[in-house]
């Protein structure tokens, strides 16, 4: 199967976050022109991140919004975020809203939250592939990794 697919596990509970805020961003780089390179421009991103996806200072890189959806009760996506015609190779973003999940729960958070966004970063190399990114996430903690 190919396409990319993740689930949200509430590990202080034992079991799947439903209601989770998802969104998916796809991370275009462009092109700055010759006149902007050593001034500031409207760029999300440090000097290090454009030198990361771009491979030099000289690209801004734009967030792409693909998808926003809420996790289910199995803490799944009703549908996969990327189906296998949309897989692209290249850099994304999932943002997995937390915090609004932990106080709807009723967890007893910091005032702002420890952990208010997740975000994770990461690249999509052979878009024939199947991608799954899961999230084991606390008030506290999370992790991640490429799952199957």
Known sequence: MTGLTTHILDTAS????SGVKIQLYKLCPQNVPENEKNGTINNPLSTAEKTHLAGEKTQSVVKKLLVETKSNQDGRTEKPLLDEKAMENGQYELHFFTAAYFLNEGAKLDTPPFLDEITISFS????TAHYHVPLLVSPWSYSTYRGS
Do not use: V
Not at 14 to 17: I, L, S, V
Not at 124 to 127: E, F, K, P, T
């Open 14 to 17: 034992g079991k799947p976050a």
């Open 124 to 127: 999509i190399a052979d878009n």
